[in-house]
């Protein structure tokens, strides 16, 4: 398979175009052939201009590329090796969705041939490509896993907005269902990943190895959240204690702050309902996704707090939220958790203005059913500065104050501006 692809006899496809799959797949285009397949027209058109609909990518990234960029069938069925890289979220019960892989598994199914190669890149959990995966491409494609077709599992670790990161100088985890097969997934990726890879020694093990990277960042972040509940009935700033013990050679670097997104504000679900399903309640998975879960509310109501203790009433009184995608510095707002600080601002009849240089209007609209405001229009009661975007750094006091009314509310979600604020009511996590 690995001669054929370079020699460029046999092509690959990646199915599933988002901010993992188009990364992978313009990266694979500059050695071998490949077929960009997607289910969103719209998508496709701004691709095949040379346009990322994720805005992570510049148009750079697109020259020189081998690819096709399509939504058909016919030109999928070219395809010799099968990379899936759909999204995997949960409902709003917070149970895997796993709608979209098994949508992009039945539709591989139908054009995949004896000697075909189909890896799994979308977040599972243990056991979901076997036991899920397997029998739907084996029922549909009429083929035997192992025998017919290979299957194996390299989980993505594209993370959004780290220009530092990529796809080809991160360690690639692969596996495979057999021997010959991890052979082949490893020499395919080795073509696309300068870094190297490392041979899990079953699919099983590169699940759980993906699932454990985000769990794990999820649940040292909500320890810093607790913590800056904590020191904030103390009356001490997080911040400057995190500064402190970081002094320290082996104390770990987390923050606290929402936690959004795709990855780590939802694989952990994905463990717990493996877990769940085998009989056992995670205990501490669980309470880190509760805490995590409830900072976008514990923030707005602290501001709240902090504005009657200024002796601002909330009938009439305004707000700006500055930020609204779920980190800083990227366009996607999926599963923002400044929405929920929104949401609990508005539950009190406060008026709130949310702008953001990153995100789209319409689908701040169509995702959470409100507008963004073209800009700032103060005076405000309260400014809540939610995301750390590069636009909002490096600022002084007067352009916040500017935003204000005689009395108001500064909230640092991220303590950028910690020891600089005088003239406000300066809060932080």
């Keep these: ?48 201009h040379g346009l990322d609909p994720s805005a992570e990518l510049p148009a750079e990234a697109f020259s020189a590329a081998d690819i096709v960029f399509t939504s058909s069938l016919a ?5 010799s090796f099968y990379i899936v890289a759909v999204p995997t979220p949960v409902d709003k019960f917070t149970r895997p969705d796993l709608s979209p892989l098994l949508a992009a598994t039945r539709t591989v199914a139908k054009v995949l041939k004896k000697g075909d190669y189909v890896v799994y890149e979308s ?33 993505e670790r594209i993370n959004p907005g780290d220009t530092g990161h990529r796809l080809d100088n991160t360690v690639k985890i692969v596996s495979g269902c057999d021997a010959e097969a991890l052979d082949e997934i490893a020499a395919v990726y080795g073509l696309a990943v300068a ?21 794990q960042r999820d649940v040292n972040i909500a320890l810093m959240n607790e913590l800056s509940i904590i020191f904030s009935r103390m009356g001490v700033n997080t911040y400057d204690v995190l500064e402190a013990a970081g002094t320290k050679w082996n104390f770990l670097k987390f923050s606290p702050g929402l936690v959004g997104g795709h990855c780590i504000g939802v694989d952990p679900y994905y463990l717990v309902h493996k877990a769940e399903a085998l009989k056992y309640h995670p205990k501490i998975i669980n309470a880190g996704r509760f805490i995590n879960d409830s900072m976008g509310g514990y923030v707005g109501k ?58 789209a209007p319409e689908e701040v609209e169509k995702e959470y059913g409100f507008s963004l405001a073209e800009g700032p229009q103060p005076p405000y009661d309260a400014v809540i500065l939610a995301v750390a975007h590069e636009a909002y750094r490096g600022k002084d006091e007067a352009f916040f104050k500017a935003l204000c009314g005689p009395t108001a509310v500064f909230a640092d979600l991220k303590g950028l501006y910690r020891g600089r604020i005088h003239e406000l009511a300066y809060w932080s996590l």
């Design 123 to 155: 977040t599972v959990y243990p056991g979901c490509t076997e036991e899920d995966c397997r029998p739907l491409l084996e029922e549909i494609s009429g083929l035997e896993a192992g025998r017919d077709f290979k299957l194996g599992y390299s989980p």
């Design 302 to 359: 602290k501001v709240i707090k902090q504005m009657i203790s200024l002796g601002i009433g909330m009938h009439d009184s305004r707000v700006l939220v500055m930020g609204v995608t779920f980190k800083e510095n990227v366009a996607d707002i999926r599963n923002s958790k400044v929405v929920d600080i929104i949401r609990e601002l508005t539950d009190f009849g406060i008026r709130v203005d949310v702008v953001d240089p990153y995100a």
């Design 195 to 215: 870094a190297g890879v490392h041979r899990a020694p079953s699919i099983k093990v590169a699940e759980a190895a993906k699932i454990i990277e985000n769990t």
């Design 75 to 79: 030109d999928l069925a070219q395809a």
């Design 1 to 48: 398979m690995y001669k054929e692809l370079v020699d460029k006899r046999r092509k690959l496809a990646v199915v599933g175009l988002g901010y993992v799959g188009l990364p992978i797949a313009l990266t694979f285009a500059k050695k071998i052939s490949v077929i960009g397949f997607d289910v969103s027209e719209a998508r496709l058109e701004k691709m095949r």
